[in-house]
């Protein structure tokens, strides 16, 4: 009975089993199925694996349908702002060419280092072909930049060296769109533009990493407006700047109206907002950058007359740029407009907590007469040369580092795109890439075109394409970089190895060791200056390339340096240029450093593990004697 019972059972159950089993998945709804093949555990591999078992997924997971568009957007959440919402769009062909796209340019980042390593590392020489490559992908521009902030936004710690040229990359690329936007501005007619638009662009292309739009400029100052608005409401309620929405373009006739809105914006801008003039550090190139000076509430005479004219224009009083020497002004007129008297003006000082001056009192500004031609308004494009011109001094004062040769090549850049014939900036430029030794070819481009317009320059031009020539055919016999092994004799003083975390025993400073030599090898002039004939050893010492937290590089003697306690991270720009990995106690050193110190690593792990990782040892082994001498380091 028992037996025959459970018989009986098996024989229900299969035959429900089997009627169930005559339904397939291929059966339920399309809609049903879109919803099962957009679980997030499905990939694109599983999506392409299933819509080629047969004809009904294949259907299913058509281009054009939910399952690749969910794919899409599940990969690439940052694309989606380039589609417009409910617009018909292949997925699949989207997702293949943003695939091969990113496979395309991990290739070219990844070769970079191989290319360039040796070479000064300067945005423009890394990037020459580099950025060629990745024009001729022939791919929308958003794709390539997606991928390049996919790899920026990859684990901190690793991928070091594809970030750093990632970066590089898309410095450049952006830099390019920001050019083309500028030109299509100076195309727009005088009257069309703003001066607010020219100095976001001007603040962009120097910025091309930060996170700067002119919506997001025009948002901060209408919040400025609306708060001179509400000063203005105490004053009069009745004003005509209070019936006016945001983005209407009009004028306010009435001169004690106008005075009521300047009196109102000084208010809020100078004593509630403590915007300033920046005395104290005024050749800070942040006070050039409109998002900087909205943020920090300090700029330089222009760039605060840029914001102090955008927001009276918004009131509706209409004020004019004046390019007077050494000090920018705004020119407020007070009898009928276009009058080319200079004494029907009055000259706002935006630098100067909006202070209100009278012609002669300008001059008494700047300690010397001039002639009535400064005192002339002036256009957008040339309020834009002098906002350039201003950072382009400042790179011509900096230090020679890298970051002062930057600014001025996007100076540079910025100036002959606004007025391309100068001979003077274009003969500047030609020189900084031939000191540089980048574009060589770019050089020469420079070159031929400042001979067309002065034939003049044929000496200065000469000597430049000579050795412009000489450096071309050097580039195309490079020589090998030296290697140097710990197990050489002449190297067995070397106490300390590349990617090891360092303080300065002397100056206190965190570093890292990215090259030495057996002794100095800087010249005799350096070896006086630095003093280092006062060290106990003097230059006959193991000398190390370190790069500093403060982002400095620098030079410094075996006896002022020891192993870091508890090692840290260097945030250094270049560390990536040598390292691929920070990992805990040091960094690892790239294929390409490993190449030209091939037996450093061995010598940095069994550092590392004899300081930091044997049981019973000291935080960091002893150094050596502390010496009576001055800090040596570049």
Known sequence: MATSGAGEGCSKLNGVLSETGNKKLTDLPAELLEYILCFPILNHLDISSVSCTCK??????????????????????????????????????EYRTRHVVGLQIRRTVESISKRFFTEVPCV????????????????????????????????????LTLKYYAKKILYFLRQQNILRNLKNFLDQPPEEQSALEGAVLVDQYCNPLADVSLQSISTQLEEITEKVRKTLRMKNSSHPSLRVSQGDCFVVEDFELQRQVVCALNSVLYDQLQYKGNECDYYNPLNSYIHQVLLRRTGIPISLSVLYMTLARRLGVQLEPVNFPNHFLLRWCQQRRGSEDIYDYIYIDAFGKGKQLTAKECEYLIGHQVTADYYSAITTTEVLLRMVGNLLNIGKRGEGNEKSYQLLRDSLDLYLTINPDNVQYLLLQARLYFHLGIWPEKVLDILQHIQALDPSQHGAVGYLVQHTLEHIQHKKHPVEPEVKRRSAAEHREVQYSVGLI?????????CVIYGWDPKCTMSQEWITTMRVHQLSNGANQPFYNVLVQDGTCRYAAQENLEPHSAPLEIGHPEVGRYFSEFSDTHYLANEELQTRYPEDMAETLHTVQELYHSPGTNSGREGPPEPQAHNVHM
């Open 56 to 93: 009904r997924l294949h259907d299913v997971c058509h281009g054009r349908g939910k399952v690749w568009g969910h794919q899409y957007k599940l990969r690439w959440p940052r694309l989606l702002k380039n589609y417009r919402q409910n617009e018909p769009c292949d997925w699949l062909k």
């Open 124 to 159: 423009g020489q890394v990037l020459g072909d580099s950025f060629a490559e990745i024009e001729a992908l022939g791919a929308p521009e958003h794709f390539c930049e997606d991928e390049l902030l996919s790899i920026l936004n990859s684990d901190r710690r690793k991928s």
């Open 502 to 510: 360092m303080k300065h025993k002397r100056s206190g400073y965190n």
